[in-house]
């Protein structure tokens, strides 16, 4: 192990880095926690579903995929595994995945979007279709990015509204997707207040004609509102019938502006594969690449201890943050195999092969 430190040393002088060994200790330690929070997620998951370890072991391996496919973290999406596991889905994985899409596409944080799409699959019990709920956020996303709606609100204003709504008339997903998109983008409303107010006012058009739908009602109300002229009596009225005072202003610029409402309802119906889309491109942004390169460091320290399961890595992991001792220490338990010497190349491999790791470390001596 001498002949490590001597190696390390060298290798340090070589690439001009005489803190090598602490900073091969402060990125392992970084790599250790997150993977001490992925061994806790997978240990409370393996609890809720009663998972075997190889599957453990395999949803861990999947989470870095998914991880490395939307530019996200691993832990995101196995807590996102946690949650829908906790909500009764059966397909908490495929659901978790969604959530991770909605997350990268919309760049919003792992929390909202869970609670996103927890919110549309309750609106309108979906009962955990993916596809139909796909289409759902396919068509908000691309409301969002042809209007240039702020998608944390409009993902909001969805979220309140499928509690605010659920004692009213049912109301289409594309129609009542961009009737608060519309609100959003007349207003400066938050989307939790734009949720209330059209909760509001389709309660009171419920009330004057519950046999119709509240939308087409709107819509009729916006021809006769927007023929009338500024600031006449009949508008004010009208607008004092249906929003009760407390709206009116927002009623205005909904009815104001209803041309809006229809192209979004185009836009909403014309947004197959909106999501994977803008996944794609922000996957391949510096904060997707960033969260990339941390995750797959992370998976390569975890890789580079031998392990049946991801869940065992980190009791060896915490030997690794001592120093160039421990560190030797280390890597002696996991079996050194090789140290060879020369070239200007310096790396770690791991390979896995009969239950043993193969390390080699190069370097210009």
Not at 287 to 314: E, F, P
């Amino acid at each position: 192990m001498d002949d490590l430190k001597s190696l390390l040393q060298a290798l340090s002088k070589a690439i001009g880095l005489p803190n090598l060994t602490s900073s091969l200790s402060g990125s392992f330690q970084t790599a250790t926690s997150e993977l001490k929070e992925i061994d806790s997620t997978l240990t409370e998951i393996g609890k809720s579903a009663n998972m075997t370890n190889s599957r453990l072991q395999k949803l861990g391996d999947t989470s870095f995929e998914v991880a490395a496919k939307f530019g996200t973290r691993a832990n995101d999406y196995l807590g996102s595994v946690q949650q829908m596991i906790n909500a009764g889905y059966k397909n908490a994985v495929q659901m978790a995945e969604l959530s991770t899409l909605v997350q990268s596409a919309d760049n919003i944080q792992s929390d909202l979007a869970l609670d996103y799409v927890l919110a549309a699959d309750k609106a309108y019990d979906y009962a955990g279709n993916v596809e139909k709920l796909t289409k759902l956020l396919d068509g908000q996303n691309q409301m969002a990015r042809k209007n240039t709606l702020n998608m944390e609100e409009l993902a909001n204003a969805t979220i309140a509204a499928s509690e605010l709504l659920s004692d009213l008339p049912d109301i289409p997903e594309d129609k009542l997707s961009a009737l608060l998109g519309t609100g959003l983008s007349v207003s400066n409303d938050s989307g939790k207040d734009v949720a209330a107010a059209i909760k509001d006012i389709v309660a009171s058009l419920n009330a004057m004609d519950s046999l119709r739908d509240p939308i087409d009602l709107l819509s009729e109300l916006a021809d006769t509102y927007n023929s009338l002229p500024n600031g006449s009596t009949r508008k004010m009225d009208l607008l004092s019938s249906i929003s009760g005072g407390n709206h009116a202003d927002f009623l205005d610029s909904l009815l104001s502006n209803w041309e809006r409402y229809d192209e979004m309802l185009g836009d909403f119906g014309n947004a197959s594969g909106s999501m994977m889309g803008d996944a794609e491109k922000s996957a391949s942004t510096l904060n997707g690449t960033l969260n990339s390169l941390a995750d797959t460091w992370t998976d390569t320290v975890n890789k580079i201890v031998d392990s049946d399961a991801l869940t065992g890595t980190v009791e060896i992991l915490d030997t690794l943050l001592g120093g160039i001792n421990n560190v030797t220490k280390a890597l002696d338990g996991l079996g050194v195999l090789g140290i060879a010497s020369g070239g200007a190349l310096g790396g770690i491999m791991g390979a896995k092969g009969l239950g043993q790791r193969v390390i080699l470390i190069t370097t210009a001596v």
